[in-house]
Structures are given as structure tokens and as C-alpha cells.
């Protein structure tokens, strides 16, 4: 079920919220936590239920092993390290199986000439994400910083179904806490939380999914084996960018304000990404909480920057390929991971030559304005690679924006000139507007564990702040209307001539 | 602490969010319903001067859905443009059925919406009878499609509940922002000089739709628009074989396509819905143009043509002896080499039209006629066919007649070898455009 249907929208959702403080206005604040349990799986369930087998058992042996693993009167029990590495392997083997399988017996075929060939494996949603909620949790239980375990929260914790299908990574000490408590809903939830939904819906319906229908030609266009001119390589690639940013961004929103309304505060995971004035700040807007998954348990444990700067450049470079092919198994996605990981020693580099240069530790307006267009034009290069079918699609479309095809290829034209200026108006959105957070003053969860998430401090001036008022509630129920009204599509059919 | 379930304000805010969503989605369904852009609620026919609607042309299969839901047809007529075009409810072997008829062929069918808009049909009234034209690519292994404009919501079966198919399918597409831009459309629209090509029983009248002023077939003339179609149909039988430089992509691994899923599969279960059901089942091989022939044999398709029409009487031959005792379903080609589909193009740059073709894909409702009487076994005194128009397909005939499709094939060759010259070069160009320059085949094309 996605959150941009119909069934979630009018009906998951609504019953939901029902039965939850239902339950929780007549006392049964412990069974609602069970309800939202079970709802959350058939959630789950309602895209196949086939794979409620697969999410329910991986629950049930993850909590086992966190029993196994939790150390007792500040002891580790006998074989908790054991334990944490079958459970660390066994569910990145659980992963590996269902994603990367074809991946690689794919390149075993190609490299070996062989002819292997697997079973058709659907890749359950959200199996990336939940994984590294898991993994992320036995590494805590092992290391101590689990205070309470109960098999209830920790099911709600994995499949809480806002966060299940796209995240954010939750991590456990963000939510146990948040579920153990008892009673109402706090103060301004509700209103925050249908709002910031709203706002999610609109960016996903509105924006993402009409800039796609101008990324998708070119880059349909190149995986044929077409060349892109100037105007429709520039126009796909930002198309792209726009509609990737909007949809996963929204995507989020929607996630943050259905947790809200059952009381329940998730990790902020995009703030104006495309504001960032270098790669490294990009990877503290984008995505914050795999970034900061990739940093705790693979970039920290691996080192760090504490073993010399060639160590660390080592070390970024290691996390981001990892974190490129986590995105899907494909080659594009090794080789994005790759580029953002050079582009991070880069800037590291960068700022570790800048003292020899004798250039100031601050930097001025125009230099933070040229960092900005740099890093939102490597950005920009990054999402054509991982967008294209594969590198030769990639690059016929790097080759369009470099002006090497000419200024109007054959591929992919038109509407091309829509598409850039459609990209362009959601672009100047997008560096100009104030975010989710800004606008509502969201800040997630309070004591979360990762103090350096981004705040609302830079609140827009007073009139563009969002308030549980009247007028606020007109135009975020409009907003609404409209959302609603675009989730279906009447689609035309032309053909021949007719 | 301060509590929601406590905070009327925050309540209230919640409430108005809603309220006015609701309100805003409510006013656009019944702005939509009202002006009815494409035809849902009153028939295309009976609007009336003044009621244009220009949203229904593009919207073929919606408008279809809901036509079948007003007229309640016993007979139904399934088909591609082709059919669209040829074949008439008001043909006297359909009226003598005295049964309601309506054609439910739309362009671009793939048999898989056939499948769905028959069980659709029967849905909504059993069904006595269905006519099912099939165009020669039909039956083939690869994978069947739908459309873009192909809303399964809309189309009721024997497991879904009418009133859960109102909601899925009448308000979706009433509260829905794409309708809201198509009322704008025809409020602004208003064109009642613009002529009705859609008939009242779901046929395109082909004499009005291609002769309208702003048509292709007028603007250029027969002759032209034919060649034109030509160049399409070359486009479409080459679009697969297009060559790629490119390597293999390591994202995938090739899966071998899902034979349930196939163009053919979907066939057998069009015959096996209709055995079950108790319905007459006809089934005809459209009668495109030799050029059509041409086209595909010189893209190397004559062989796939053929092993399709063997499969088709193996399906039919299989459901004959799943059915011992029941008359057999009728498998008529129409498809092949005959004195109707060879019919001579009229002469370069003039405007004359051809007796039996719009352009090579689409026949006339003269040619439909004659496969309705061939069909219904009707005899006409005033319409006489051709016997070499129209061969029976069995499993006795099969063979036999391919080889005379063969002989034929040879024969129109020798015929108009220019034409045939021309129209392979068509398809080398579009294989290998360096090859052969594209002013060069169309001058050949034109010189017969």
C-alpha cells in the first residue's frame, strides 16, 4: 500500500487513527500499541501477503538475538559476540538474497560466459530499510544501549508502518521511548502532523510525479540507445533531480505527519538539500538518516578519521560505494556511490588544503555561492548516473548537457523546453522556500540519539509560518482537495492518426 | 501536559483541513458529473447540437465501458481500429440476431483488454453472441499489454460488485483534476458543426470520421494518406528490431516471458470465457491490405504470421475436443492474398478514392459486410463474395491454404513488383538508414 493511494488515504488511514485512540482514549494505551502492531504488518501484508512471512519470522529471530546479545548486570552474556555476528550476517544475507542475487549472478554469467539463471525473486519493499533498523539495533543491544527489551515495542519499532516502505531509518532510541508512553496524544500532534502529511502529499502528487513524465523520456530515449541534444539532456537530468528530491522528501513529509497523528515522532530526513554549499553538507540535508546509519555502524567502526587522512578518504570512499550499492543492486548504483565518495575526499581535501593556502577557515558570500552551484551541478551529474539504465545511457545524457550532441539531439525533444522550465520553477522552490521544517517548526524527536539533526531555527518570517489557525486550515485543506483530485490520472490513448 | 483529545483548537483545525478538502473534491466530482466531458452518463449521440464533447475521441475505451452499461448489448463486436472502422451493428446478419449489438473494438486493442471488456459485457447482460476480429499479430507468444488509457477499475466482472465498481470507477475519474481540465475543454469547445463519427452503436462511420476537412486522408488524399500508413505500419514492424550498440545491461536478468501472459494465451481464454458462458463465439482474421503483407514479410514477420494461424486452429482444435458434441468455433481468415486485399492503389496525385480501403490497415464497411456474411452464413442478393475471400481454417485446411497464400503471394509480386520493391525498401531504410536514404524509397513507393 502506498501512502499516495486511495486505500491509505481514505480508508487505511481513517480506520487506523480510529482504533488507535479508540483504544488509547478508553485506557488500553498497551493494547493500542499491539492494534498499531498488527495494522502495520497488514499494511505490509496488503502489498503481498506472501511476505509477511518473510518480515514477521525476521522480527521474531532478531528479537531472540537481541535477548541472546543484551548485556546482563553490565556483562555480555557467553557468545553474544557470536550471536551478534550470525545476527548481523545472517540479516545482510537475508538482504543480499533478495536484492543483489540476480545482481550477481548476472555479472558471474557476463564475466564467466555461463548461463545461470535464478528464479524470479521479488524484492520485498522496504527490506533495505528495515534491515538496517535491525542491524542497527543488535549492534546497540551488544554495546549496552538497549535499556528495555519487550517483544511488542520492538515489532512496532521494525514494522511501525510510516517509516516501513521509505523511512526515515528510525533508530531505536528515538522510538522505544515514544511507544512506551501512556495516554493522549501531546498538544498540537495532530494539527502539526496532518499538515506536514498534506505537505508530503502535494510534494509527491503534485510535483514529483509530474516532473517524472519529463525525466522519464530522456532517459527512456538514451536506455534505446538515442543521443540527447543540449535542451533535452539538461531538461531530464533537472526534471530528475526535481522529481527525486520532491518525491523522497514528500515521501518522508507523508511518513513524519502519519507518525504524528499517532503521537509519534520520526527523524527529520531532508532539510533543503540542494541549499547545501558543499558535498559534505549535501550528505548532512540529504537523506540524514542513512547518512547517519552509514556513519555510526560502517564509516566509524571502519575507522573513522582516526587513523590518518589516507585511512579516512579510504574509509569515506569504502562507506559510500557501500552506500551506493545499498540503493540498488546495479552498477550505476556502485558507480554513484563511488562519485559521491570522491567528491567527499575532494571536499575533504579540499578543506584540509585550505589553512596551507592561507585562505580563511570561513567562508565569504560568493564563495558559499559557488559552492552551492558546484555541488548542486555534481549532484546534478551523480543522479544522471544513477537514473540511467545503465552507463551508456548515463553517459550519452552527460554528453548532452556538455553540449557534445548538439543543441537539439534527436532523442527526447519534446517537451523538452516544459521540462526545463517546469525543473527551473520547482528548482527556485526548492532553494528559495522554506522546507517542511521550517515552515511547521518540526524538530523530531526530543533526546534523539543523533544531537546534530537540523532544526527550525531558521524560521521564515512570521506571516509565511505555519499555525493551527483558520486560514492555515483553508488552504492546507485545499492543498488536500487538490492532491486528491491528481491521484488519478484519466490517461489518453492517440493513435495513428485518430 | 496538554492533551489534542482536549485542545478544541487543534480539533478544530483538523476538522477544517478536512472539511475543506472534501468540499473542494465534492464540488470538482459534481462539476465533472454534471458537464459529463466524456460521456459517461448520456450517450455521445443523443447530447444533442451545441454538446460537443471532444474528450470522448481520446478516451475511446472509457467512453466504451459505460456505453456497455447504458445499451446492455447481447452481442458484441471485439477488435482493433480495424474493426472499429469495417464492421457495422446495423449489417443485416447482426440484425437479424434481433439482439441488442453494440461494437466494442477499440484502436490498439491487445486481446488482453478484449478479455476484460467481454467479461465486462457479460457482466453487465449474458451475452449470445461475439464476433472477435483479430489482426495477424494477435496471436503470437509475446507478452499481451494494455493501453495507457485502459482503466481496469472501470470494467466490472463476475467477482466484483457493481456498486464497488461506482466507486472505483465512476467517482475516481469524476473527482480527478484530468476530468476537471476536460470539462474546461468542452464548456470552451462548443462546435456543434463538427460532424458525430461515433455511431450510436459504438462504430467509428468511417465515412464521415476520414472526411472530415481537417483529416489527413482529405488534406493529402487517398493516395498520400496511404502511403502514409504504410510508413507507419514499416515503423512498427521494425520498432523491435532496432539495432542497439548497446551492451548487455548487468541491471537485469531475462526472465523468460510468462506463457499465461502471452497475446495467445489471452486468445484461449476469450474461447474458454465464452464456452463456459454458453456464448457464440466468431472469430475472423481482419482483411488489411497486401501492402500490410509486404510490409511484414519483408521485416521478416511472414513466418511468425503463419505459425500464428497454425496456433490459433491448434487453440480451436483443442477446444473442439474438450467439447465433443458442441459445434465447433469458427476460425475465418480474411487476412490473405485475394482479389478484395490486392485492390490496385489509385493513380499517383490523384484524389480518387479506393472502393474497399481507407489505407492499408483499415478496410471499408463494404469489405465488413461481406466477413459478416461469411461469418452468419447470410446471403445477399445484392452483395456477392468473392470466393477467394474468406478460407475457413481447420486443421484439414491449414496447411494447404498457406501453401496457397504462398503461391498467391508470389503471384502479387510478379503483379506489382515496383510496389514490392518499393515497400521493402521502406523497411531497409528504417533498419539501415545509411543505406538508403529516405527520398529515394518514397519516390520508389510512389511508382508502381
Known sequence: MLFNSYTFILAFLPLSLLIYHGLRRSGFSHVSIFALTVLSLAFYGWWNPIYLLLIVPLILANFCLAHLIVPRQGRSPRGARAWLILGVTGNLAVLGWFKYANF????????????????????PLGISFFTFQKIAFLVDAYRGKIDRLGLLDFSLFVSFFPQLIAGPIVHHSEVLPQFRRRGALPSGYLAMGLTILVIGLCKKVLVADTLALYAAPTFDAAAAGATPGFVAAWSGALAYTVQLYFDFSGYSDMAIGAALLFGIKLPVNFASPYKATSIIDF??????????????????????????????????????LLGGIWHGAGWTFVIWGALHGFYLVLNHGWRALRPRLALPATTGSFERRLGQALTFLAVTAGWVIFRAADMEAARAILEGMLGLNGATGPAGAAGARTGLLLAGAMLLVAWLAPNTQELTGYVGPSGSYDAKQPAAAARPEREMRWRPEPRWAAAIGAALGIAILSLSRVSEFLYFQF | MPRDDANPGALRYGRTVLACGFAL???????????????????????????????????????????????????????????????????????RLNEVCYNLAFDGATTKEMYAYLRHA?????????????????????????????????????????WWRVITGDLRVLASLDTLRASIETLRSRHPSDPVWFAPDGQRLGEVFFHRPEDDFMRRGPRAYFEEVDRLEVGYQTADAAPSARKANLKTVPSAPDPNESSLAYVRRIVEFCRREGIDLRIFITPSHAHQLEIAAAAGAWPAIENGKRALVRLLAEDSARHPGQPSITLIDFSGYSSLTTEALPPRGSRQEMKYYWDSSHFKENIGNLVLDRLFAATLASRRIPSDFGVSLTPDTIEPYLAAQRVAQAAYRERFPTTVAALRSLVMAKRHPAAAPEAVVSAGLQTR
Open chain 1, 104 to 123: 550477481f549472478v548476472d555479472n558471474a554469467n557476463a564475466l564467466l560466459g555461463s548461463e545461470l539463471h535464478l528464479a524470479k525473486i521479488v524484492l
Open chain 1, 283 to 320: 550528505w548532512r540535508r540529504w537523506h540524514i538518516t542513512l547518512s547517519r546509519f552509514l556513519r555510526d555502524y560502517l564509516y566509524v567502526p571502519l575507522g573513522g578519521n582516526r587513523l590518518g587522512r589516507l585511512r579516512r578518504y579510504a574509509n569515506l570512499l569504502l562507506t559510500m
Open chain 2, 25 to 95: 473534491v465534492v464540488g470538482v466530482a459534481g462539476f465533472n458529473a454534471t458537464v459529463d466531458p466524456f460521456c459517461m452518463y448520456h450517450d455521445l449521440a443523443s447530447v444533442g447540437a451545441g454538446a460537443y464533447k471532444p474528450a470522448v475521441y481520446n478516451r475511446v475505451r472509457l467512453y466504451k465501458a459505460f456505453q456497455v452499461r447504458r445499451l446492455r448489448p447481447q452481442i458484441v463486436i471485439l477488435g482493433t481500429s480495424r474493426v472499429h472502422v469495417g464492421l457495422s451493428c446495423s449489417q443485416e446478419a447482426l440484425v
Open chain 2, 122 to 162: 457479460q457482466s453487465v447482460r449474458p451475452l449470445r453472441h461475439v464476433v472477435l476480429g483479430l489482426d495477424v499479430y494477435h496471436a503470437n507468444s509475446a507478452p499481451s499489454f494494455t493501453r495507457p488509457d485502459f482503466d481496469p477499475l472501470l470494467l466490472r466482472d463476475d467477482h466484483t460488485p457493481a
